[in-house]
């Protein structure tokens, strides 16, 4: 992770990022987040963390967020 983010910073390069795992998404720029292969949600970190109703939805991603 930390070799993607300088590479976007020094770089400017668009880095694509597929992961489970939440924490390495806070600091990103824009999250697409799926469910069951659809687009459940869209927007920046603070949008998607935000949204306590989405959040619900996927749960199961979001497990540790949510305890």
Known sequence: ??????????????IVLITHHTDEVVDADRIILM?????VGDGTPGDIFGDIQLLQDVKWIFRRWLN
């Open 1 to 14: 992770i930390k070799i993607a983010h300088e590479l976007n910073q020094k770089e400017k390069m668009t």
């Open 35 to 39: 469910k069951e292969g659809k687009i």
